[in-house]
């Protein structure tokens, strides 16, 4: 499993701090502890979550592949009230690159990114009403470091009218790019642009997913952390991206979704106002080659008895 493997190398680091990561990934997310709830009158059932471990560590491949679904689901509730306020927004997915970089200048080259992001977000001719901003890295053949923008950008509609001059095809993104990080613009690839179709909520939560990327896809850590340079560009890499956010909010978006880190329940893309008369506790266990929680089994009263105990105690513990 992807995040077994990421532990092991967290685990082998001769440095304390990430040796530390790898304990705090032990156990992350492998159960969940439910309690089953039913509405007195409608007698519809209900699961509010009771008990829940995710690690945090911003390089486990189950907390990134589950905030990135947390992103979505921000953006999916934010929906109805976006399109109140802006009946005809539409959105494009923009991707940026820079030339490859060694693995020990990611955090140089991410915060030059992020400036000539800043740079063209406040020029006088950007049309964009808001945007949802993220990194992902990748690793070439060569082993030099891809870092990326994956952006979802906010646009009125008008901004597809062909004589306005609002406009921009990819040699303009190009031009723009280049002139805000300040390099010639031959020397870059021309930038990904895609537009969602009009109204569309699926395509655009979709396309969140796509943005709000994980910083590595633990698909790829699998591939090349197999030899012992695959594991050092790991952990260097980590000590690179520390402390970098992974999601950056920008504009209007930033009135209809809240850009606080990402909590337990929304990893679990959970209902945080489920009520009713207690039933039962649920156990449910995580499968890896399945991808999702299994119900496996009811907790007995003793059980049940106890998460309560543990529950006070934490209670006791957060107020004193
Ligand atoms: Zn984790």
């Not at 209902?271 to 496996?296: C, M, Q, S």
Request: a positive charge; hydrophobic letters at 35%.
């Amino acid at each position: 499993m992807e995040a077994d493997l990421v532990q092991r190398i967290f685990l082998g680091s001769s440095e304390i701090r990430q040796i530390r990561l790898g304990e705090r990934m032990g156990g992350c997310g492998p159960y969940l502890i439910f309690k089953l709830l039913q509405d007195p009158t409608s007698k519809d059932l209900a699961h509010k979550l009771r008990y829940a471990h995710f690690c945090h560590v911003r390089l486990c491949p189950t907390c990134m592949w589950r905030r990135c679904l947390a992103w979505r689901a921000r953006f999916y509730q934010a929906w109805p009230n976006i399109q109140k306020e802006y009946p005809t927004a539409r959105y494009l997915h923009l991707v940026l690159t820079v030339p490859n970089c060694y693995v020990e200048n990611v955090r140089d080259v991410m915060t030059q990114m992020s400036e000539a992001w800043r740079k063209m977000h406040n020029r006088r001719t950007w049309p964009f009403l808001g945007f949802i901003r993220s990194f992902e890295i990748t690793r070439d053949k060569k082993g030099l470091a891809h870092p990326h923008i994956h952006a979802l950008l906010m646009v009125e509609s008008k901004y597809f009218a062909t004589d306005l001059g609002l406009y921009r095809n990819r040699e303009m993104w190009r031009k723009e790019w280049a002139s805000a990080l300040n390099v010639p613009k031959e020397s870059l690839i021309h930038p990904y642009v895609r537009a969602v179709r009009e109204k569309d909520r699926k395509a655009s939560s979709d396309l969140v997913l796509e943005v709000a990327k994980y910083t590595m896809k633990g698909s790829d850590i699998i591939k090349w952390t197999r030899t012992g340079p695959g594991k050092e560009w790991f952990l260097e890499l980590d000590r690179q991206v520390r402390g970098i956010r992974s999601v950056t909010l920008g504009g209007v978006i930033r009135k209809f979704i809240n850009e606080d880190e990402i909590s337990d329940l929304e990893m679990l893309e959970q209902d945080k106002v489920a009520t009713g008369d207690f039933l039962n506790d649920l156990h449910y266990d995580w499968f890896p080659k399945e991808k999702h929680y299994i119900r496996t089994k009811v907790l007995s009263v003793v059980e049940s008895e106890w998460w309560n105990r543990r529950e006070k105690e934490w209670t006791e513990k957060r107020s004193s």
